[in-house]
Structures are given as structure tokens and as C-alpha cells.
């Protein structure tokens, strides 16, 4: 493991091509989120008692808060500003991630299925789809893009059949995916890469590395790509489909989840190793740090409501659910 983290390590500045010949050697092992003290200060905001938590995102068309729970195998839906009991729905397995998706729904890629969720009537509809979904995201032209362990992305139509796939050497864990004005771009965290999708031609573009371990990615309203560097305790800002890496930055320890408020421009980093969410600006050049609030403990999830500003944090340990309002503003 040592040799081959040191050879992301030299690697790491660098860009690469999906032509690069090495590109496939250059491997790591993906690690958890780092493991969470006994919290010692007490967290910021309201802590209310919730299901262990490992994704969350807002919807603010409806006012709700959804959470992939349980150990992953449930989706709960809590209304209003996290006061409410949540409405639950049962996965019948392990989920991978918990995204976004358009018209108010989410999407929950599983093995073998691609489940949406709708947020107001907490409706599940799933679609078959081969091998084992880890990422997902919703096009502009109502197409979606589901990736799998394989490395594979495909595309389904809204009918749910695949229209095309994009594969390569060049991503082999399709981790998560990322819809901009620009383009569609694949994270791949055993490569601790990122890769460009050409959906005309049903290719893999450019790609770059992503740090040493690159975690968890997100995109904001300028086509920017935000990833958090675990292994090098990292902030890493690329700009995408011309992919250069624009801002880098150390945040002092294993960061994890990622979420942007577009109101105040400013992404929010959790540190589980400290029981901490950090807010960085961005719009200097190199991010600022602007608040940092103690959290929950191992806070490996985090949301915020484009509306109010308010911060919520997930506890994957079953220690609450945090709401902090109008942070950052």
C-alpha cells in the first residue's frame, strides 16, 4: 500500500489523458471516512434524535430533508425544518449514495437497480439496470446517467433504457457523477481521479488526478467541480471539461462530505476527525476559511437549504441530527 500511495503522490499535479497508457496501473484502496472522537465540545445549532445517517440532501421545492439511513438500506423524508417524523422508505438492501434528481425526486443507485423517490408522496420507482450502480445524476435533456464498480457509465432514457455506455481504462470505479452547464464528469476514487464524459461520441475525455484519495465530490452554479482529498487533507476545486485544477487547499485533517450554498458561495467541508464542518469561500482564488462549528459526532454527511442558509449534519453513528441555522450568512 505504501508504494502505491507514493506513486499517487508524485502523480498527483499532474493531468493525464484517458489515452494515458498508465493510467490503469495507478491505484489505491478506497478508505472510509476517518473515525470520530467522542464529541467534547457541544455541537452548534439543534441536535434532534434521528437514525444513523450516511447521505443527505435538501429539497426546496418541498421544504424536506432527505437522509439515506440505516446503515443504507432506508430513505427517510422529514418535512419542514427537521422538527417533524420522518417518513421512511425501505430500500429491501444497501444503497450506495443518495443524490439529487430533478422534478423534486432523488435518485438511490443500488446493486442492480436505480431507484427514484419522490419527494412529496415518498413514491419508489426502480429500474433494472447491470452490475452494481454506485453513482448517479440527471442530464438537462432528461437522460440519466447511472456508473457502476466496472467503471461503466450508461445512459437511460426516461423510459429507463440505455441509449449508450461509456467506458475505458481510464475509470475503473464510476463513484460519482456530476452534471454541470459544461458537461458530465466521473470521479473515480480507486484511481483518485477525475474523468470527462464526450457523450456525443460515447468516449472518455480528459481526465486528472484528484489528490492522494479523493472522496466525495459535488459541482456548483459556475461548472465547478469540488472534491474533498481525505488522504491529503485536501479542498480541491477543478474547473470542468477543460478540467484544470483551479484552487487547492489544506483543511488540517481527512475531510469528507461536501455541500455548496449558492447564496453564500460558500462549500462546506466536514472533518470527522474533529467533529467539525469548516465553510470555505471561494471566489478569491484560494478558499478563505469563513466559520467553523462543531458538529455531531462522525459527521459524514452534509446539506444545505438554498433558501434560509441553514446547515444540516448527519450523524453516521446515530448521535442526531444537527440543524444550524443560517450558517455562513
Do not use: K
Request: with cysteine; net charge negative; glycine share 10%.
Amino acid at each position: 500500500m505504501a508504494s502505491a500511495l507514493a506513486v499517487v503522490t508524485l502523480v498527483g499535479l499532474g493531468g493525464c489523458s484517458s489515452e494515458d497508457e498508465n493510467a490503469d496501473e495507478i491505484s489505491v484502496e478506497p478508505q472510509p471516512p476517518a473515525l470520530s472522537p467522542a464529541t467534547a465540545v457541544a455541537p452548534a445549532g439543534v441536535v434532534r434524535a434521528f437514525a444513523p445517517v450516511d447521505a443527505l440532501t435538501f429539497d426546496s421545492a418541498t421544504r424536506t430533508l432527505v437522509a439515506l439511513t440505516d446503515a443504507s438500506t432506508t430513505v427517510s423524508l422529514v418535512d419542514g425544518e427537521a422538527s417533524s417524523e420522518p417518513r421512511v422508505v425501505d430500500l429491501g438492501g444497501s444503497a450506495a449514495e443518495l443524490v439529487a434528481g430533478r422534478d423534486s425526486s432523488v435518485l438511490v443507485p443500488m446493486d442492480g437497480v436505480l431507484s427514484r423517490i419522490t419527494v412529496a408522496d415518498a413514491q419508489r420507482t426502480d429500474t433494472p439496470v447491470e452490475g452494481r450502480t454506485l453513482s448517479a445524476a440527471d442530464l438537462p435533456d432528461g437522460t440519466t446517467a447511472v456508473g457502476d464498480a466496472t467503471g461503466r457509465i450508461r445512459i437511460l432514457d426516461a423510459a429507463g433504457q440505455v441509449t449508450s455506455t461509456v467506458s475505458g481504462p481510464g475509470v475503473t470505479s464510476a463513484d460519482a457523477l456530476a452534471s454541470t452547464p459544461d458537461g458530465v464528469s466521473v470521479l473515480d476514487r480507486r484511481q483518485t481521479s477525475i474523468t470527462d464524459l464526450n457523450l456525443d461520441d460515447d468516449t472518455l475525455g480528459v481526465a486528472l488526478r484528484a489528490g492522494e484519495g479523493a472522496a466525495e465530490m459535488t459541482s456548483d452554479e459556475y461548472g465547478r467541480l469540488l472534491v474533498t482529498d481525505s488522504t491529503g487533507t485536501e479542498l480541491l476545486v477543478f474547473t470542468s471539461h477543460d478540467l484544470l485544477m483551479r484552487q487547492r487547499f489544506p483543511v488540517g485533517s481527512a475531510p469528507w462530505a461536501i455541500a455548496y450554498d449558492e447564496q453564500s458561495g460558500i462549500a462546506w467541508v466536514t472533518l470527522p476527525a474533529r467533529n467539525e464542518v469548516v465553510g470555505y469561500t471561494l471566489d478569491t482564488g484560494i478558499p478563505v476559511e469563513a466559520q467553523r462549528l462543531p458538529t455531531v459526532r462522525q459527521p459524514n454527511s452534509v446539506a444545505v437549504d438554498a433558501d434560509t442558509g441553514d446547515l444540516y449534519v448527519g450523524s453516521a453513528t446515530g448521535d442526531g441530527l444537527q440543524r444550524i441555522p443560517a450558517a455562513g450568512r
